[in-house]
């Protein structure tokens, strides 16, 4: 990496406004931007692209994919991360909160057996400097499996922990109050008989009276002691987002109604959404859009969930609608947004003093294409 970088003739993307100029880069650290040009021979002409922060992505079960890509084969894991990887930087992702989930509601899945495997992996690339991107761990928490607190509380020692999320996935509530929704999504999943099905529903709504109370107010406690952020799931209800409120949540995760969404927005939590859902149309479980969130004014963070490229995909068509979010602000929820949320300051905007995480990028119709990738001024894409 040399010293000095100069990035001229881009259209900079800050917090704040979008302009022809320049971005000097020292040692890894953003050092100057300004709306002139330069003409030294050493600087880098990027033909009038756009120049963005890196994109900072929260919640991401990518990996799993890699793990498994097909039922039944386990890949090697290093290997399995280190595709991943590539595929989150290719989208501009230069900060990922990779999600391993604690508690498995699938009969026959292997989530809690993989954990350990994956975090192993995610550790041993990362210490040997094989990691374009920068990673870090999000504990998703189903607080109605048996074994959730346990788990949580052996992993949340691990260093790169720093986000938390709680959930409860049980039917009749939250995500799955619909019943038929629920029915119809892991009926479809697994393949579960009407006799299996009915027997699973009794098990998980049996599991989130007897654990998830108790098993919320212990993990949260444990973060609060860590000062880890933590997030809320899938919340439904005005009282929801208060309960959220009030565990100091920072984060208010795929909240499914315009109500507990506006009070979790009201109460100071960031609601967060899928990229998915806004490129998509709508969600794929029938609750809220994210569209219907942004028009309101309360979508203050996207994420890519399960397909990285759809975070620039997404911004780019709320910069395009009529919901009041142009460029920046639409950029904001893919790089700012979420980098406070998680306690990052040093990243997630294009200004001086901060780490030099870049993305050149190209309008192409109504999306943008990633031509260029920098983490910490390093080229790596």
């Known amino acids: 990496m040399p010293a000095e970088q100069i990035f001229t003739n881009t259209r900079v993307v800050t917090a704040d406004e979008v302009f022809l100029g320049t971005v000097v880069v020292r040692e890894g650290v953003i050092h100057d931007v300004n ?42 894991s290093e290997l399995a991360v280190l595709a991943h990887d590539a595929q989150v930087v290719a989208a501009g992702i230069t900060t990922v909160f990779d999600a391993l989930s604690i508690g498995d509601v699938s009969p026959h899945g292997n989530r809690m057996r993989q954990l350990p495997i994956m975090l192993s992996a995610i550790s ?14 999000h504990l998703r928490c189903e607080l109605s499996h048996e074994q959730t607190l346990g788990v949580f509380n052996e992993l949340v020692e691990s260093p790169l922990v720093q986000l938390v999320s709680v959930m409860d996935h049980s039917p009749g509530q939250r995500q799955f109050v619909k019943l038929e929704k629920y029915r119809e999504y892991y009926q479809g999943k697994y393949h579960l008989s009407d006799e299996e099905l009915e027997a699973f529903i009794d098990k998980h709504q049996q599991n989130s009276l007897r654990y998830s109370d108790s098993y919320r107010r212990s993990i949260v406690g444990v973060c609060r002691q860590r000062d880890l952020s933590v997030a809320s799931h899938d919340d439904a209800t005005v009282e929801h987002a208060r309960e959220s409120a009030d565990f100091g949540m920072s984060i208010a995760e795929f909240p499914t109604t315009v109500e507990a969404a506006g009070a979790s927005h009201q109460l100071g939590l960031k609601v967060l959404m899928g990229a998915p859902n806004i490129v998509r149309g709508g969600s794929h479980s029938g609750n809220v859009s994210a569209a219907t969130l942004a028009a309101q004014g309360v979508l203050d963070i996207l994420s890519s969930d399960y397909y990285p490229s759809s975070l620039l995909q997404a911004a780019a068509m709320l910069a395009q609608d009529d919901a009041g ?41 109504s999306s943008f294409v990633v031509g260029q990738v920098w983490r910490g001024g390093e080229r790596v894409f």
């Open 124 to 137: 041993h690339a990362g210490q040997h400097g094989h990691m374009r991107a920068d990673h870090r761990l």
């Open 35 to 76: 709306s002139g040009l330069s003409s030294l021979p050493g600087a880098h002409d990027l033909d009038g692209d756009y120049l963005m922060p890196g994109l900072v992505e929260l919640h991401t079960d990518n990996l799993e994919k890699y793990m498994n890509p097909r039922p039944g084969v386990d890949w090697p």
């Open 325 to 365: 979010y142009d460029l920046p602000k639409a950029i904001a929820t893919i790089s700012l947004a979420p980098a406070r949320a998680a306690g990052l300051d040093d990243r997630g905007q294009i200004r001086h003093g901060l780490r030099a995480d870049l993305v050149r990028a190209r309008a192409h119709g």
